[in-house]
């Protein structure tokens, strides 16, 4: 399907950039005048996956895809992988080492409130190698 | 309340100047825990905080909060501040404790988000 793809490489540890690729989507919808409530939903599920590869992968990978109905926001990262997706998806349940809470986050909140956020969430990982997640938000409606 | 009223009732310092309208000044959220700002359903005017990072700044982009307070005297630095200022974002910082200042906002009105 045709439409608008941006990619952006994130680092693990990089906590001074965590944040970009979400504020450039932003910029982007908000000139597509997309409504600010979807945006938000939009950007904050985005913002706490981006969060995510900082704080726990290597390194990865996203890629966005806008097109007239959805945004799809693939995130894929090089990393330790999760154990049990499912203990990830309960609130509180973190893994989060005391650098990261530092930064205000690892409270075992990131993936409850991107399923929140959006119409879709996907979660594959694979331990010692690493995790994909897929968001999908509606535009439309 | 005004930006300009707000700034004088903290004795906070304005670091800088954003690309936002002026408004009306009328809820508040609290935090340390950036994940907390993140699940609100609403959007508040003002984040207090004592966590002087960009992650402050960040989450305020994405929260849809225009106002950030870093209390407590932390030194807030050039990178914040720029960051701020490209998120169109007002940055007061204030040698307040977070409960002193969050206690002079309630008692002029301002609401509590949660």
Redesign the interface.
């Known amino acids: 399907m045709s439409g608008i793809t941006f990619s952006y490489k994130i680092d693990g540890g990089d906590?001074?950039n965590?944040?970009k690729a979400?504020?450039e989507i932003?910029r982007t919808l908000k000139q597509l005048n997309v409504a600010?409530k979807t945006i938000?939903r939009v950007?904050?599920s985005l913002?706490?996956a981006e969060?995510n590869i900082v704080a726990h992968a290597h390194r990865g990978e996203i890629n966005v895809l806008i097109n007239a109905e959805e945004i799809s926001i693939t995130l894929k990262d090089e990393g330790p992988g999760i154990e049990s997706v499912e203990q990830a998806m309960e609130v509180g349940y973190s893994t989060a080492s005391p650098s990261v809470v530092s930064?205000?986050?690892?409270?075992g909140?990131?993936l409850p409130?991107m399923k929140?956020n959006s119409d879709y969430l996907n979660v594959e990982s694979k331990v010692g190698v690493g995790t994909t997640v897929t968001i999908k938000v509606a535009l439309v409606g | 309340m005004t930006a300009e009223k707000l700034i004088d009732l903290i004795s906070g310092n304005l670091l800088n100047v954003a690309n936002t309208n002026t408004q009306i000044l009328a809820s508040v959220v609290a935090s340390d825990l950036m994940s907390d700002v993140l699940t609100l359903e609403n959007e508040p005017d003002i984040l207090v905080t004592g966590l002087a990072n960009t992650q402050c700044i960040r989450t305020a982009e994405m929260a849809d909060i225009p106002f950030v307070i870093i209390a407590k005297g932390k030194k807030v630095s050039q990178q914040i501040i720029d960051l701020a200022h490209e998120g169109d974002i007002y940055l007061i910082s204030t040698h307040l404790s977070i409960f002193k200042c969050c206690g002079l906002l309630y008692t002029h009105g301002i609401k509590d988000t949660f």
């Open positions: 906590f001074v965590a944040g979400s504020s932003k600010q938000k950007v904050v913002y706490e969060v930064m205000g986050f690892g409270a909140m990131g409130n929140k």
